[in-house]
C-alpha cells in the first residue's frame, strides 16, 4: 500500500516539473492593448520607448532580436484592415532583398517568414490590424538558430494572435 503511495506521489511530482517547464511570462502593452506570451530564454529589453509602443527582446544563447509594437498607422492613413495587410504583403521584401517562403493573409492579420538575401538571416513577421490600430511581432534571427527559434516563434505567435 506504502509503495502505491509513493509511486502516485512521484507522478506527481513528475508531473509538476513538466508543467514547470512550460512556464510563461507575459508581455502586456497598456497603450495598445495587446498581449504576447513570453517562454523562459527570452529576454526583455530594460529600454522601452517614451510613447510605450512596444518592447524588444533578445534569447539567451542566441543572435535572435524580437520587436513588437502597436501602430496609429492605419487610423492616420486612414486605411481598412484590407488595404493595410494588402500594402503589408506586397512591401514586406520592398526595401531589402528577401526571398518570402511562407505567407498567410487572413481578415485581420498577415504573416510573412523567409530570409535576407545578404546575409541568410531569417524573418518572421506577423501585422494585426485591430480597431485602427496595427500591432507588430516581429523576428530576426541567424540560420543556426532555426530549431530553437522555431518553438519560439510558434508559442510567441499563437499567443499574440489570440489577444
Known amino acids: ?5 509513493y509511486l502516485l506521489l512521484c507522478l506527481l511530482l513528475l ?3 513538466v508543467l514547470a517547464k512550460e512556464h510563461h511570462n507575459q508581455y502586456c502593452n497598456a497603450r495598445f ?3 504576447v506570451d513570453v517562454p523562459d530564454g527570452v529576454i526583455a529589453s530594460s529600454i522601452e520607448p517614451q510613447n510605450g509602443d ?10 535572435a532580436v524580437i520587436s513588437i509594437y502597436g501602430s496609429l498607422w492605419p487610423s ?15 512591401t514586406t521584401c520592398a526595401e531589402n532583398q528577401c526571398r ?13 517568414s523567409g530570409y535576407y538575401l ?3 538571416k531569417i524573418f518572421y513577421q506577423v501585422y494585426r490590424v485591430r480597431n485602427g490600430e496595427e ?3 516581429g523576428f530576426l534571427y541567424p540560420k543556426k538558430d532555426k530549431v530553437k527559434m522555431d518553438k519560439i516563434v510558434s508559442k510567441m505567435t499563437s499567443s499574440f494572435l489570440k489577444y
Open 135 to 137: 500591432h507588430y511581432l
Open 76 to 90: 492616420v492613413i486612414d486605411a481598412s484592415s484590407e488595404e493595410l495587410l494588402q500594402e503589408r504583403q506586397q
Open 15 to 17: 508531473t509538476n516539473l
Open 1 to 5: 500500500m506504502a509503495l502505491k503511495y
Open 100 to 112: 518570402i517562403t511562407y505567407q498567410v493573409k487572413k481578415d485581420n492579420y498577415y504573416i510573412a
Open 118 to 120: 545578404d546575409d541568410g
Open 54 to 63: 512596444g518592447k524588444l527582446f533578445s534569447v539567451k544563447d542566441t543572435d
Open 33 to 35: 492593448a495587446y498581449c
